[in-house]
């Protein structure tokens, strides 16, 4: 078996390094293969190289960790890459947030749709494509994994321009969300049978069963129980999308409230709607603790559990069904082609894919409930008016994008235009093309 090579794309991210390296350290695969980490900061280069050094040492494993800050240099030769990079980092953003926010817009997340999905699309689809264009000269048999925001915006544009590279999104919220929706039943996830499917942060649950049995009414009990208990459990906006439609979305309140017209409009108070505004400022304390916990575990006083305990990324079942041609099946991010069969072809859907060595294959779930396939199918068009936009740098397509967009619905059509305009001249050092 050749050695293998996976470059990290983001290699300094405090936020994915350690499930990342526990992964890839638990890949049979891997044995005698390199990690190579590129980042622009140098600094969080070392830091990571010798956190990674230490963990591959204990675990008692045969991997080299290289460091390389020259982009193509660092994919070249890979076999896979993991994208984890966020253009203009959490300055940009938070500058952008509080534009949204000027204009009586606030975003639990900021992440995926709206004004703030939108700047981030708009920001990464370059660098992505680049990236992308770049592994087909240098590496043209490697995989592309990518795991950043806004997944589905990526994909799109990456399947759609580079398509003949092998390429795949990487979220884990279906996964967490049936684990958190089995703790709350006191039943093992690895009972329940599920078929999930849509856009990524708002994937419908379409079934969930145990030994042949419905358990959305048992579910619905429980969060019952909840509400009477606590006052609030954080699915609202899924327990009434099933009352109402049939299905259940996936990643909770904090992310559905944004793709849905119900619930933030222009001067909304979100704390109404129990969350806050995504306040850069908590993820920027987070990521200093974080940094925290890495140089203590570098100097010995931490344990690797400390950092990221017992989570997954999966990484390892990827490389394995690649190199070893062990098909695996999990939810990947990627263009819908009759995935979903009510949902249009040229929109990115995350469903079950399996995986292995030529390729992958989507699984077709068919039908999403009807009312959740419309609401799903929306956003389905505003990702085509953001990628074409992102690659073209007409601002006409944005406002066309984020006009269809529920989170600005109630915004006039000037403002929607003074948005833009704000927003592009505050990030306008990442957005060469506008």
Known sequence: MSKQQITVVGGGSVSWMAIFMKDIVASESMEGGTVVLQDLSLPALQKMRQFSEKLIAERKRDIEVVIEQDLRKAV????????????????????????????????????????????????????VLDLARTMVEVCPDAWLFNFSNPMQLLMLSIQRFVPELKSVGICHGVKDTIEIISQRMGVND????????????????????????????????????????????????????YQLYGGWPTNFDIHNLEFLPHYIHKDTDVTTLHQIFNAIEGRVKSRT????LFDEYIAGTKKFEDLQGKGTEYIDRMVDAVVKNEPFLFHGQVTNKG???????????????????????????????????????????????????????????????????????????????????ELLKASKEYLPLF
């Open 76 to 127: 070249t030769g890979s076999t896979f890459v993991l994208n984890t990079v966020l253009v203009g980092s959490h300055d940009a953003w938070t500058k952008e947030q509080n534009i949204i926010k000027a204009h009586g817009i606030q975003h639990p997340k900021g992440m995926s749709v709206g004004p703030g999905g939108m700047m981030m699309g708009i920001k990464q689809i370059p660098f």
């Open 190 to 241: 690895k009972d329940l049978s599920f078929v999930a499917g849509g856009v990524n942060h708002f994937e419908i649950i379409k079934s969930i069963t145990m030994n042949g049995k419905d358990m959305f009414p048992t579910y619905l009990e429980k969060l019952e129980e909840m509400d009477r208990k606590d006052g609030y459990n954080g699915d609202w906006v899924g327990r009434e999308m």
């Open 289 to 292: 603790e974080r940094w925290q």
């Open 339 to 421: 995935y979903i069969t009510n949902l249009p072809d040229d929109m990115a859907v995350g469903v079950p894919v399996l995986l292995s060595r030529d390729g992958y294959a989507g699984v077709c779930i068919g039908d999403l409930p009807r009312g959740l396939a419309e609401f799903s199918a929306i956003h389905g068009a505003v990702q085509n008016f953001m990628v074409e936009a992102a690659v073209t740098g007409d601002r006409g397509k944005l406002l066309s994008g984020l006009s269809l967009d529920p989170m600005c619905y109630t915004i006039p059509f000037a403002e929607r235009k003074q948005l833009i305009d």
